[in-house]
């Protein structure tokens, strides 16, 4: 596990806080990870993500269906 020492304004310090209170987390240790768990959710790509490239490989691997003219097959025509 890694250990960090931070510097946060007063601002950021009540916004952990509430994070904390919140969630019902322990400690402000807890509330950073929480915060960290939710950015990669939210603003991350997900072809960044294991799970993505796990869902990937799954899609690649399940049957296909060729079609040579697609708005024929889907009746597209004009």
Same mark, same amino acid.
């Given at each position: 596990?890694?250990?960090a020492?931070?510097?946060l304004t007063d601002y950021e310090?009540? &916004?952990?806080n509430i994070v904390k209170g919140k969630y019902g987390l322990?400690?402000?240790?807890?509330?950073?990870e929480h915060i960290i768990r939710s950015y990669e959710e939210d603003m991350l790509e997900p072809e960044l993500r294991p799970e993505? &490239?796990?869902k990937l490989k799954k899609i690649?691997?399940?049957k296909t269906v060729k079609v040579k003219d697609f708005r024929k097959h889907f009746g597209l025509e004009d």
């Amino acid at each position: 596990m890694v250990q960090a020492v931070i510097s946060l304004t007063d601002y950021e310090n009540r &916004i952990l806080n509430i994070v904390k209170g919140k969630y019902g987390l322990r400690n402000k240790s807890e509330a950073v990870e929480h915060i960290i768990r939710s950015y990669e959710e939210d603003m991350l790509e997900p072809e960044l993500r294991p799970e993505y &490239i796990e869902k990937l490989k799954k899609i690649d691997k399940e049957k296909t269906v060729k079609v040579k003219d697609f708005r024929k097959h889907f009746g597209l025509e004009d």
